[in-house]
C-alpha cells in the first residue's frame, strides 16, 4: 500500500505556484509510492469542506501544462484557518487516510502547517507535513528567497525599462508606476533595473521608507528637467510622513487595515495639478504576479524544484519543516534546497534592508547583486540612437 | 552620388516601430544606393529644427537590436505640423540635400506626408515622399491592418487571459482591466480572447457603444455569482449613455478634448459601493503597446517589411503613397504589400465594425478571424483542474 498525498495553495498566487503544483505531481507519480494524489479546491476552503480534486489520474501532459499556468490552477483563497477550525482538517486528513500535506504559501500558510503539524502529533496520526514556499513579496524567513519572487521582480524589472523607453522616447510626460507590494519593497525595488538598462531618469519609493510628498515633487521637477523622460516607480503601499497610505482604496481588510491603492493616480495628479506637467498612471497590478512572458527561468527551475524537494522529504520521513533555498553568487549562481522547521518561519517577515535604499529614492547595486541572478539575469539589451 | 534619406516617427510608439526603423536602415544599406542617413530627432520637432541623427555609420549590431528595443528609439513627438510650418519642412530637406523623406505614423502623420509631398511638386523639389504605417489602435483605412495593432492585441489578449485565470483561481474581487484606445475598440476587443482561452467569465466594453451603468453593474452581479471569478476589460475611452466619458483625468489636450483615464478604477469603484462586492482595478497603460515578452512575430515581421518596402518603394521613384498590407486568411494567413495615395488615408478613420460587438459587451468570433493571424495565433495552452 502506498501513501496518499494532499496539496494545497494559500494565499495570492504567484505566476509559478502551478509550477511547484507539477513538481508535486510529477515526483509522486514517479516515486511509485503514492497511490492518491489529492488537491484541497480553493486552499483552506477545500480543505474544511473535504472538497478535493484528485490528480492521480490527470494525463501526464495536462499536468506538464502547468508550468505555462499562471495563478493557481487548484485554486487558491484568503482565509485564515483559526484554533476551532484545526480540529476539521485533521478529521478531513483522516477520512481521506491523507499520510502526507504539503501547503504552499506564505507566512500565514506555514503558521497553518506548523499548527496542522502540532496536532497530528499530538493526536498520534502519522502525517508528514511539508511547507512549499511561495510568495512574490519575498517575505519569508530562513530561505535566501522565495519561488515567485524572482518572476515578479524580473515583471517589474523589464516592464519598468519598457516604460522608461517608452517615456524618454515620447518625453510628454511624467510615468509614474505602482507595483505590488503593501508592506514589503522587494518587488518595487527590482523596478529601479530601469535606471540600469535605459537613458531615462528615475526614482523609486517603496513603503519601507516614509515619502515626503513635497520632496518627491521636487525631485520629480528636477528629475522630468533633464529632458530624457521620467519614470517614477512606486509600490502601492508607500505611506507619508504621517505613516498614512498616500492614497487608499476605501476597502478595510479582515484584519481592520486599510487596503492601499491608487497611489500611482495619485501622485500623477499631483505631478498634474502642482507642477503643471502632464502625467501617467500606470499599475499593471495583478499581472505583475501572473505575467508569464516575463517569467524568470531561474525561478520556475526552483518552484519546480521546492515542489519535487517537498515530496522526496516527505517520502523519507520529515514532518514539520519548510523547503527552504540557499544560494550562493559567485563566481556564479548555484542554488541548493534544505529544510527548516515550520515554527522559525511561520508569521515571520524578512525585511527589506534598509541600508538598499539610498537617497530615499534610489536602490543600491547590492540590491541587484542579491536579485539579478533570480530574475534569470539575461536582460534586454536596448539600441540606443538618440 | 547617392541618396540622401531622412526618417521620422510621429506620435505614440509601439512595440514594433524601431522594427520598420531597422527595415529602412537595412534596407537603405543593402541597397547600395543611399549615401546618408537620417532620423529626425523627436519626430516633427527634429525636421522643424534640423536636429537630425546620423544612422549611417552606427553599427548593424546596434541596428539589428531595435527589434528587440520598444518605444521610439529616435524619439517621436505629438506636434501636428501646421501649414506655416511646411515651407520650413522643405528648407531644411533641401539644406541637408535630402531625396527621400519617410515618416512612420498614423492618420496625423499621413496627412503630414502627403502636405509636403504636395508642396514638393509645387515647387519642383525631387523628393520622395513614403508613408510607413503604424498605429495600435489600427484605425488607418486602405490597409487590411496597422503594424503595431497585432502586438497590442496579443498583449490585450494574453494579459487579459492571464488577469482572468488570477481572478478565476482565486476569486475573491471582480478584476476590471483598462485598455487603451480612447475611440476605437481594437485593442479592448482583442481582451475578449480571455473568454476563449479560460473559463473565466468575462464582459468587454468598448468606446463605440455607450454603457448603461446601471445595465453594466447588473450584468457584473450576475456574471460574478457564477464563481468562475469575473473579468471586466474596458476601453479607457468608454462614454456613458450622455455620450460622456465614464471617468477623466481632469486634462484637456491640445484639441480641447477631455482625456479619458480611470475608467477601470471608476468601474471598480461603483462594483464596490453599489454592488458591496470587492474589485480591483488593474490599468497596464501604455506597457501595452511597449511590452516586448508579448509582440506578436507576425506583427514584427510585417513591421520590418513595411520599412524596407518604402525604402525599395522610393529608390523605384515613388512619390505620395503610403505602405499598405493586404491580406488573405485562409487557407492560411498570407500578407502582401502595396502602395496607396497618402490623399486616401490621411485623416481617416477605420471604424471597428458594429457588428462585431454582440449584446453590448462580447466579441463576435469574426473579429478574431480577422485579428487571430495579426496576433501571432500560437496562443498560450493552460491546464484546468477543478
Redesign the interface.
Known sequence: MGMNILVAHGG??TAVI?TSLQGVAEAARASGKVDKIY?A?FGAEGILKGDF?D?TD?PAE??A??Q???????????RKLTEADYPTVLEILKKFEINAFFYNGGNDSMDTCNKVNELAIKEGLELSVIGIPKTMDNDLEVTDHCPGFGSAARYAA??AS??A??????P?HV?VMELMGRNAGWVTAASAMAKRLTRCEQLTYLPEIPVDVDKMLADIETGYAKGNGLLVTVSEGICGVDGRPLAD???VDGFGHVVP??TA?YIS?QI??RLGL?S????????G??????VSPTDRREAYEVGRYAVESALRGESGQMVAIEAVRRPKYISRLFLTPLSGVANAEKKFPLEWIEDGNQIADAFFDYADPLMGEDF???????
Open positions: 495570492g498566487p502551478n488537491a479546491r480534486i490528480l490527470v495536462v499536468i501544462r502547468l505555462n499556468t499562471p495563478a493557481s490552477a487548484i485554486g487558491s483563497c484568503r523589464v516592464s519598457e516604460l523607453l517608452d517615456a524618454s522616447g515620447l510628454i510615468v482604496t476605501g476597502i491603492g491608487g493616480q495628479d498634474i495639478h502632464k501617467r498612471a500606470e499599475k499593471p497590478g495583478l499581472l504576479r501572473c505575467s508569464m512572458p516575463y534586454p539589451q536596448y539600441a540606443f540612437l538618440r
